[in-house]
Every structure is written in C-alpha cells, then in structure tokens.
C-alpha cells in the first residue's frame, strides 16, 4: 500500500493493523470525478464520488490535469459529505500537474469508528481556474493517475476493513472533464439614475464594468450627456 509521506502511511498502517482483517467488500466500487463547466476564467469546483459496497475507513485521491489548460488551486474534503462525518487525519497537497489528498477517518484516541457507510458518497472537492481563455468550446480531462505524484508514489485506493483495496484489487477510477467556454465580451456600460427636472438635486451614475477575461489594471471613461437637459 502507498501511502502520502511518512505520516500517512504510518496511520494507514496502523488502522490496517487495528481493524479486523475482515474480508474486503466484494462487488463493484468506484471513485468518479464530475464533469464540469466553466467559462472565461471564472473559478469552479468539481468533486470526485465514492460509490462503495462496504464501510470506508479511509482513501488517498491522486488526479492529474492540463496546466496549460488548467490552474490547481486547492482540495479538500470541505463541502463534502466526508466533512459532515468528520475525518481527523486530512493531507492535501496542490502540485503543479496535480492534486492529492490522503484521509483517514478515524486516526486519533479514542477511536470512535467514524467511517463512510456504503453506498454513494463524496469524498473531496477540487478548485481550479482557467489557465487560458478559449475561444470556443475547450474540453480537457481530469485523470486519476496512480504512481505518479508524492514520494513515495501515490496510488488511488480505499481502506475498508483495514484492508487496502485498489484497482488490482477491482476499484474502478473513471476520470472527469472540465469545457470551457468562450467568456462574454467586456463591456463598460453606464447604469441608470433619475433626478427631479427642476433642478434641485443632482443624481449620482453608475458605470459598470463586465470583465471575464481577466483582471483590469485600469481604465479611461469618456461619456456625452445632453447639454440641454443636464
């Protein structure tokens, strides 16, 4: 079993060691990463989903992508269900080509059991943003890739029964895609106000900015008003 530096695979180890060698749950189980969309370069998020047999003590996620496409810039189990079962040993890293998380539920005195219950599940949430702006409709892939990142390299897996199950041992990995969509055009528009024709007060306008292809370092504004009604 590979685990993410010394820490993890020392706590992995030990709930294999811990845990009744039960007999992994049989049948198919699966990690998945949802597809997701984007447009201009917008941040978003997408999960990866645990759909599982048994009981799940713990798992490391290990996921590739485009950086000519695609900027990493966190993972975490936040806005998952593993966070409303509570996890107490949660190792996340962002690489450059990659994200990996390592988490076991169950780590720390006294041991209370926490687990992931069968069935369906998400298991952590990935945040990207565009690396470059499409002009039109570009798809790239986020890939489950196993002995590739960390050292020791990590390889994709669940822990169910203290035993560590992976795809030798039958665990299906089926990798997401991310399109992105061309932004709309920038535009600088000017918003609307009233003020009473008697003259008595004045109005503030405003101008407002539409800006999706990125940040603004600054701007000119020239604006015609009728000279006879202001």
Known sequence: MKMMGTCIQQVFAAVCLCTLM?????????????????????????????QSTGETQGYVLAIGFDSSVLNA????????DVENIGAELIAA????EGLTLGVVLDAQSPFDGQVIPAGQ????????????????????QLS???GVFNSPPLDNLIVQGGLS????????????TVTLTPPPPDNLRVGNA??????????NVPILLSN???????????????????
């Not at 007999?23 to 989903?49: H, K, R, Y």
């Not at 999706?212 to 202001?230: D, K, N, P, Y």
């Open 121 to 140: 599940a998400t298991v952590g949430v990935l945040t990207f943003t565009p690396a470059t702006i499409a002009t039109s409709n570009l798809t790239t």
């Open 165 to 176: 199950i992976g795809v030798a041992d039958g665990l299906q990995l089926i990798d997401g």
């Open 22 to 50: 039960a007999n992994p749950a049989m049948g198919q189980q699966s990690f998945t990463i949802a597809d997701a969309t984007t447009q201009g370069l917008s941040e978003f998020n997408t999960e990866v989903v645990l």
């Open 73 to 80: 810039t966190n993972v975490s189990v936040e806005g998952s």
């Open 144 to 146: 489950f890739a196993d």
């Open 194 to 203: 009233s003020v009473p024709a008697d003259g008595s007060s004045s109005a």
């Open 212 to 230: 999706s292809t990125g940040s603004v370092q600054g701007f000119v504004i020239a604006i015609a008003h009728g000279s006879e009604e202001l």
């Open 93 to 96: 890293e962002v690489l450059a």
